[in-house]
Structure formats: C-alpha cells, structure tokens
C-alpha cells in the first residue's frame, strides 16, 4: 500500500512557463514533507520541504503548497529552466514516529528550450 | 567538508558472487539507509539502521545484508541470493531527529555480467 503517490510518471514543460508536481498521501499523521531533486546517475538532492503548520513555503523559483484536507502537496516551479529537468521525488515523514522517510515514485520532468 | 561518500561509483560481478557496497558519512549522522532505485522506478528500501550495532529490514530485503560496527560506516552485501541485483543503489544518512530529511550519496551503479 502507497502511502505517498507522484500519479505522474512524467511532466514535459516549455522553458519559462511553469511546471506543477503533484504528490497525493495517505497517512494523516505525516506532519513534515519533502521534495527531492534527482539527475541521472547521481543521488537525490534536498529541494524544498514543508510542515503541517504552513500551507505554503517559497524558495526562489520553487514554492510548495500543503493541502492537508486534501492529504496533497504540490511543487511549483516557475520559470522552468531546461536545467529542472530532472526526477523529482516527495517524501514525507512522521516526525513523531521518528524521522523516517516514505518516498512517492518520483515524477520525470522535461523542460524543452 | 561533511558529506556522504559512496564507492565505488561502478560494479561489475560475475552471476554467483557476492560484493559489497561502501557508504561512509562524516556528518554524525544517528540513521543511514539504503535504497535501490531501477529504470523508471521509485526508491525502494533495503536495510535501515538507527543507531550502531542495530538495524531493521527494509521492504526488499532478500539477498541483501548490513552490517553496521561503527556510526559512520554501513556497507550493503549483495549476495548470491539476490535474483535480480543490476540496479542503482543510494545510501543516504539522517541525524533522526529535526527537519533536516536525509543526504544522500552519490550511487553505486551494480551490473552482474
């Protein structure tokens, strides 16, 4: 059973519009979420995360959005650059069962110049 | 600098022999993790340890083993076992506790020949 879903394998975007990814969950006890980015050959990289507490959180040109009634985050990216695309994976975490992370399936994004 | 160091970056075993993955981190890092990653796919958990001298299955855990004697190392055995071992495989280290999610090292890729 998936307790964290990316229902998109893959997201193709033009440079300079914006790329919106999607990320579903189960579990109502995760409180602390994650998105990762990762290029081929190479391990994940530390994006962007989010706390329950928040329903939005900004970094530059990436923003993360919590619906928790929705049990749904998404991660937008806006411009896209060609250099975004990549493998983007959520994870998430129940912080008071320790610090373990459960990861979605991770979603291919492709940004054409 | 603290980082998570993985080697060697590619492996080659013959069909019937067991090999070792390295994973040393220098970020007193409590948890370390492996995960193995296939074409297209998600990151699926192998073996997790939380503290020295102790660790838990992961969900895919047949044909693998860990040891786990000192906090900074966690090395990954695949063993003959393992019906299907070319893949790609991260260790990733996390302090267990805070909003920090986890690092990641850079991958061994595994092709049995």
């Known amino acids: 059973d998936q307790q964290v879903k990316q229902n998109s394998p893959s997201l193709s975007v033009q440079e300079g519009r914006i790329s919106i990814l999607n990320c579903d969950y189960t579990?109502?006890?995760?409180?602390?979420f994650l998105w990762y980015k990762k290029y081929p050959a190479e391990g994940p990289t530390f994006l962007i995360s989010i706390s329950s507490i928040k329903d939005k959180n900004e970094d530059g040109r990436f923003t993360v959005f919590l619906n928790k009634s929705a049990k749904h985050l998404s991660l937008h990216i806006v411009p896209s650059q060609p250099g975004d695309s990549a493998v983007y994976f959520c994870?998430?975490?129940?912080?008071?069962?320790?610090?373990?992370?459960?990861f979605g399936g991770g979603t291919r994004l492709m940004v054409k110049p | 600098d603290g980082g998570i160091t993985q080697s060697p970056k590619y492996l080659f075993r013959k069909e019937g022999q067991n090999v070792t993955l390295s994973c040393e981190q220098n970020?007193?890092?409590?948890?370390m993790y492996w995960y193995r990653q296939d074409p297209g796919q998600g990151l699926r958990l192998i073996y997790y340890s939380q503290i020295v001298n102790d660790f838990q299955k992961g969900d895919i855990a047949e044909g693998y083993s860990v040891s786990r004697e000192k906090k900074e190392s966690f090395p990954l055995t695949v063993t003959s076992a393992q019906k299907n071992p070319t893949a790609f495989y991260l260790c990733?280290?996390?302090?267990?506790?805070?909003?920090?999610?986890?690092?990641f090292g850079s991958g061994t890729r595994l092709t049995v020949v």
């Open positions: 990733a280290s996390s302090s267990g506790t805070g909003d920090y999610g986890y690092t």
């Open positions: 970020l007193n890092h409590d948890a």
């Open positions: 994870a998430a975490s129940d912080r008071n069962a320790g610090n373990m992370l459960t």
């Open positions: 579990n109502s006890m995760f409180d602390y």
